[in-house]
């Protein structure tokens, strides 16, 4: 059972900086993509950042020049780096990963918990 666990949320003022990570937890056969959401109240979860198994990033446009997300394949671990933070970035942000749990399984999505992360003004 592939489980996600996320570590890096908080308080923090406009313009600093905080660091998500997001580790595998269990057996994962495969991985396609990992990656963050986040979700405000009352608002849509969005797509903020992913990166494949290939590397090729995707960023929301609220994010580009601002976050970085990068991974460590080798721990199975994806991190997002929030720099400039806004007070508008304040939201549950989700590590998402995209893959396999054994052979059998087909291609799926998981979601780890969520860590909260506000920023004031």
């Known amino acids: 059972q592939v489980q996600l666990v996320e570590s890096g949320g908080g308080l923090a003022q406009a313009g600093e900086s905080l660091r998500l990570s997001c580790a595998v937890s269990?057996?994962?056969?495969?991985?396609?993509?990992m990656g963050w959401y986040r979700q405000a109240p009352g608002k849509q979860r969005e797509l903020v950042a992913a990166?494949?198994?290939?590397?090729?990033?995707n960023y929301a446009d609220f994010v580009k020049g601002r976050f970085t997300i990068s991974r460590n394949s080798a721990k199975n671990t994806v991190y997002l780096q929030m720099d400039s933070l806004k007070p508008e970035d304040t939201a549950v942000y989700y590590c998402y990963l995209h893959g396999r749990s054994n052979s059998y399984d087909q291609p799926r999505a998981y979601w780890g918990q969520g860590t909260q992360v506000t920023v004031s003004s």
């Open positions: 990166v494949t198994r290939t590397d090729s990033t």
């Open positions: 269990g057996t994962v056969f495969s991985i396609n993509a």
